[in-house]
């Protein structure tokens, strides 16, 4: 990778992790589009590292309230509607967690494809345009373990490149009836764990193969993944608050269609 590829890649992660737009599916086009090299997975987790950091720094204080109800609890020293929402997220977590661990192999090898993404940014965005259409008024407090395990099941389908994460996460949450500030910060909680999961798992890999030149590379994409996923959750929720999921419904239907007459024309 040169250092464009690098600086390029990594702001589109830290752009596009958080939005209902696929980054995986940004990350893959440029090796399918401009014929720049498939950076793998390996660069993909990288700079999921920084968006990690990034969600981790701006809910620091959910996550230290959570944290301490969850503790409390299974020390046997009461309940709170804090310690509900981190059993949520636990409980969130786990479709995802298995489907990557027995799926991720065959997916790698056989859908990182520019018509898979097509496909899956169509098929997903009309998905996510029928939900926004839903009037959900349930907040926070209203989401139960069921919601939480059924968000999680979808989560899983954010394997397969152009679904999006956040976008089917979202989606979900939606169809639950949940409102849409709602649906954006569970599913920003709901990633945590996961992409701290994928993290540590590359960085063992990272430190047994890796040269010092991908060390490099990797603090580089950490860095500025980090700081432009920082600013677009912050943007994000703001855009939330008048507006709906409409505009990223269009942006995707349009650039499916794109990908797609490209990969006809050939």
Known sequence: MSWLEVVVLALVQGLTEFLPISSSAHLILPSQVLGWEDQ???FDVAVHVGTLSAVML???KDIYSLTVAWLRQITGNGSSQEARLAWCVILGTIPAGLAGLFGSDWIEANLRS????????IGFGILLGVADRKTGTRDMNQLTLRDALLIGLS???????GTSRSGITMTSALFLGLNRDTAARFSF????????????????ELAETGTDSQFMVVAVGTVLSA??????IHLFLKFLEKLSFMPFVIYRLLL????LGWVIVG
């Open 40 to 42: 793998g997975l390996l």
């Open 189 to 204: 909680l709901l990633s945590i764990p996961l992409i701290m999961a994928a993290g540590l798992l590359k960085g063992v």
């Open 227 to 232: 700081v432009s996923a920082y600013a677009c």
């Open 114 to 121: 520019a018509l898979v993404i097509a496909l899956a940014t």
């Open 58 to 60: 701006y809910f620091r």
């Open 256 to 259: 499916g269609v794109v990908l």
């Open 155 to 161: 989560q899983a389908l954010a394997l397969i490149p």
